[in-house]
């Protein structure tokens, strides 16, 4: 199907992988960040299976970068986010997430520490471009903010580092978790990092210039046939295993680091300032009225992820709302996150969930759901 | 066909009256501000059919609202925007570009006076919300920065207004071209404007309390059947023969206002700040290199709207892009925005764009192609 078929416009970017994606069979698109994103190669389950078998190569384009540089690029970077960054090292990424004055999440993306004075911020759904150019406007800080041509791709899976090795030779075993590299592949200009929104073994690849773009797809495909390597998506199943969230479902700008468990992401006794501090404190203080939880759903397999905000009762008290649902066919289980208030999240709490079928009995689990690699989760 | 078998997720929101419009026909759905907006009722062609004979009613709850509010309300609001608001009256709206430190348009929506210090920013496709907050961090002014709960409507089309008579009386037939009005409907909590983007005449009903989204789009289609108010979504058709640009398609970050023509909306001689001040009046000194103009496309009749920015080229050379383009069946022709460089941009220009199909001939022509009514361009 030629891409005129879909009915795109041009008011939506497309990714320099888009025409490789709908060759390789990309049935459907969401959108992202103003850009197209395929999430439909058929069936998701046979996704999530070549993701925890194999590998997928996934178009990520969409994770937009915002790219921080300039005398003050260290400084200015450090007030985005609650996160310490004192000890940051070149080469090194980093989960964070940036918080406005109220302490909301407005975006929970991957910083990459490129040079002491070049950072790229690798975006969940949130234009964050717009949101530090307007804090650079008074801040005195001598930044330049801009989105540079970047594009990532997901290489995902128990088999993604044979590829890498296959694509990039032995050297690239050397890239520790959550490092980067910048290298060529037969002169195309990447940054490689070891990282990933699947909870599996994986690499980003951030192409760097956005004419190499289908050169570069064929070529990883070409790399990974002998190791199974599929064409994929970004899997709700896989991501909701590994108790990961995905930011306007999960998180919005109302939803504070504390609700969501992220403690760890959050340093209110550094002697630097951030955007937020004040309210961070305060929230810590008086502490929080919700919070994130894993539930299990009972009842029959869900038939696909949910598609509305689910309702979560408990002895008749509406307590919040199921953000992310779906049926993992490994655990064999409806698995979930909800936020809920903080009276119904003690593991093991009983509650009931409002789903379009019904209501439905749920319990209250330790997150992740799945974790074969501990020492993943705490990167 | 249940929601539930579009496959949609709760990552992207889904408007007050999104269970009316898919109980009303709506086939295909798009993203705009991180929400579902209806974008196929059937023909796109009958849509611009009954927007220009009749009337449309469309769901553009995406047009998200950044409300700003406090003591420092209209000094910030002022700082956002190259207009010169001085003269703003409560009850006002005017059509405003948001530009950044470069100059560059980062929006252009319709604000909105409610009080002295109390106004709406109703946007195209960019999250301003974050760049309003990222501009007051440090900006000293008190101001209250949020996104209210409010979902606009567009009753549009010439029988709209026998429509609005029929709703809310003979007295709304006072309400003035790019004015608003705070009223109710039954009970329900509303803001009414003569605004629109369309080029027809139109109304925007914006919807102050989410839970009444359903009731409210089954009251306006009852008082509208003996009028022939139909289903719609925003014409890429109208809104082109009416020279009106589409955010993220026709003008982005990198776009000035002085590309788009857009001189009356820039006031450089002010005694008021704001920001992209310096820079424009550099670009203004300098002149622009490019300009968007009208194309008047040869060959068949096109499919459908361009889904790739197309080429344009003059004598060998590329001068720009084909941002916009469809054919209008009143105008009998196939009719494009082009950001071009300035040698290609006088009225009558020859001109080559190059589309999937092939080259074809294009002249650079007036813009609006089509304005019954010259006096609603002006406000």
Chains 1, 2 share one sequence.
Not at 142 to 155: A, G, I, K, T, Y
């Amino acid at each position: 199907m030629p891409p005129e078929d879909f009915g795109f416009g041009t008011q939506i970017r497309k990714s320099p992988y888009f025409d490789a994606t709908v060759r390789w069979g990309a049935r459907a698109f969401s959108v992202y960040n103003h850009m197209y994103i395929p999430r439909d190669f058929g069936d998701p389950e046979e996704n999530f299976w070549n993701l925890v078998h194999h590998a997928i190569l996934c178009d990520v384009a969409v994770e937009r970068q915002v790219e921080i540089t300039g005398p003050d690029a260290a400084r200015f970077t450090q007030l985005l986010t609650p996160r310490d960054l004192s000890k940051m090292q070149v080469g090194q990424c980093k989960y964070v997430l940036l918080t406005n004055a109220e302490g909301g999440v407005l975006n929970d993306p991957i910083l990459l520490k490129l040079a002491e004075d070049h950072f790229w911020l690798s975006l969940a759904d949130s234009d964050i471009l717009l949101w530090a150019q307007g804090v650079a406007v008074h801040s005195g800080y001598e930044v330049n903010l801009r989105e540079p041509d970047v594009s990532p791709l997901q290489l995902q899976g128990p088999r993604s580092a044979e590829i890498m090795v296959e694509l990039f030779g032995e050297g690239i075993m050397d890239l520790r978790y959550y490092r980067l590299r910048e290298c060529e592949l037969e002169g195309i200009p990447l940054v490689v990092s070891r990282t990933g929104w699947s909870s599996e073994r994986g690499y980003e690849i951030y192409l760097r210039d956005s004419a190499y773009g289908d050169t570069l797809w064929e070529r990883i495909m070409e790399a990974g046939r002998p190791f199974g390597l599929r064409p994929g998506h970004t899997s709700t199943i896989r991501r909701l295993e590994g108790g990961m969230l995905s930011y306007q479902a999960d998180a919005d700008i109302h939803t504070n680091p504390f609700e969501l468990g992220m403690d760890r992401l959050v340093n209110l006794d550094g002697d630097y300032e951030f955007i937020g501090k004040a309210a961070l404190r305060r929230i810590r203080e008086e502490g929080v009225r919700r919070r994130q939880v894993g539930l299990v759903i009972g009842g029959e397999r869900l038939r696909g992820p949910n598609t509305t905000f689910w309702p979560v009762w408990q002895g008749g008290r509406e307590l919040g709302q199921v953000t992310s649902a779906v049926y993992s066919p490994r655990l064999e289980q409806n698995i979930a996150l909800a936020l809920v208030a903080t009276a119904g999240t003690a593991l093991g709490t009983e509650l009931e969930v409002v789903t379009p079928g019904g209501a439905r009995p749920a319990t209250v689990v330790e997150r992740p759901f799945f974790d074969p690699n501990k020492k993943l989760a705490s990167a």
